[in-house]
């Protein structure tokens, strides 16, 4: 199993871009999540989903919107990108209250 | 919202030296997790323990859920121990994790 895998690994956007970065998951995990991770602190949950075809807001959502049509996939889409989401992405997926994360990817927003 | 509050913020031992690091919280919780994110950012699920005593190894973990307070004992450490543990914790079921700041931890040879 490759477990949750991300892409890309680093990406430089300008402001006003829009990008999606990808998340996948080969352990057939209902469960789905989008943090972020500013310097220094801990990890904010930004999306997450209960399953393919239903997602639902966490604590940072602004500026970031989420699919989920299959089980395999959870994009995350940034509109309209700012220095303010600026930061290391990291997608995980949970099962029995364990959660596994991907590798993450670094995102500077100039 | 519910606090995750973890202490010491940073903590700088000798190789062999054995820790301990807390984690406490402010309200009932379903699910609390430690982490490990190792220098390269790579976050590994260390325990899931919302309530009792786990061990893995040289790591072990005690939620007393009571008393809202979780401890990671880390003994015999190793320059590998290095990085930054996050504790996280879930109130609202669909283990929406709330992390705490973390404890930075530097194993010197």
């Known amino acids: 199993n490759a477990g949750v895998t991300q892409t890309p690994k680093f990406r430089i956007l300008k402001i006003g871009q829009s990008m999606t970065l990808q998340c996948t998951q080969d352990?057939?995990?209902?469960?789905m999540y989008w943090y972020r991770q500013d310097p220094g602190m801990g990890l904010k949950l930004i999306y997450y989903?209960?399953?393919?075809?239903?997602?639902d807001k966490g604590e940072v959502p602004n500026g970031y919107n989420v699919s989920r049509s299959t089980t395999e996939d959870f994009p995350l889409r940034l509109e309209l990108a700012a220095p303010s989401q600026t930061s290391v992405y990291f997608c995980?997926?949970?099962?029995?209250?364990?959660?596994?994360f991907g590798p993450g990817t670094r995102l500077t927003v100039l | 919202g519910i606090q995750v509050e973890q202490s010491p913020p940073d903590l700088i031992l000798q190789e062999g030296a054995n820790s301990t690091l807390r984690c406490n919280f402010s309200?009932?919780?379903?699910?609390l997790q430690w982490f490990h994110q190792n220098p390269w950012g790579q976050l590994i699920n260390l325990f899931y323990?919302?309530?009792g005593t786990k061990q893995n190894g040289r790591l072990s973990a005690t939620t007393v859920a009571t008393e809202r307070y979780s401890l990671l004992y880390i003994s015999s450490s190793q320059t590998t121990d290095s990085g930054v543990y996050f504790c996280?914790?879930?109130?609202?079921?669909?283990?929406?994790?709330?992390f705490g700041q973390g404890t930075r931890l530097t194993i010197n040879p």
């Open positions: 995980a997926s949970s099962t029995f209250g364990t959660q596994y």
């Open positions: 352990m057939n995990h209902n469960y």
């Open positions: 989903s209960v399953g393919a075809g239903i997602t």
């Open positions: 309200d009932s919780v379903n699910n």
């Open positions: 323990i919302p309530s």
């Open positions: 996280a914790v879930d109130i609202q079921g669909a283990q929406k994790l709330v």
